[in-house]
């Protein structure tokens, strides 16, 4: 989780001076209203969903299942396209796919079990691209939107008083070690 806050954290910092740089924070805000903002809620929803689960699975041994993941990603997201938007393929472009889940099947029965955080992580990054699409702001811009949304449970998980989660301990430890 610590990771997950950090990510966010610091992602919202540079993403933040960017638009500070590119002077693109007045007309991101004046583009934001209420359905803007829920649509890049859901976009940070997903796109935690998929840091976090693709954090827990690199730091719990699940490496391979995380890359599977990935390697599906493209198939969830074609698949999302033709039912969500009713996207059109070109022949070749069914053979790719086609060949695609063929290599992407092929580990799947071999393990003979469903792993469940390639499964999330591909389907976490369609959905988030499935926002993505329908989404009024240029990609930087909306990214630094959903990072905005998700600073805040960030900061509150990262400092906890209650010490489940190990940085506001690190971070007094390191200000003795200084």
């Not at 992407?104 to 469903?114: D, E, K, N, Q, R």
């Amino acid at each position: 989780m610590e990771v997950l806050c950090h990510r966010v954290l610091w992602s919202f910092a540079l993403l933040f001076a960017y638009l500070i740089a590119s002077r693109g924070i007045r007309s991101c805000l004046k583009r934001m209203n209420g359905k803007t903002c829920m649509i890049y809620a859901s976009g940070a929803v997903f796109i935690s969903i998929n840091w976090g689960v693709y954090i827990w699975g690199v730091t719990h041994g699940r490496t391979i299942e995380v890359s599977l993941g990935n390697f599906m990603m493209p198939i969830v997201g074609v698949s999302f396209g033709r039912w969500f938007f009713k996207d059109r393929l070109t022949p070749l472009q069914i053979v790719g796919v086609s060949l695609a889940i063929a290599g992407v099947a092929f580990p799947y029965i071999s393990a003979g079990t469903l792993p469940w955080v390639a499964v999330v992580v591909a389907v976490s990054f369609g959905l988030y691209g499935c926002v993505k699409r329908i989404a009024p702001l240029p990609a930087l811009d909306g990214l630094t939107v959903e990072t905005v949304i998700l600073s805040v449970p960030a900061l509150l998980l990262l400092f906890m008083p209650n010490g489940r989660v190990t940085g506001a301990d690190t971070l007094k430890t390191t200000r003795f070690h200084l």
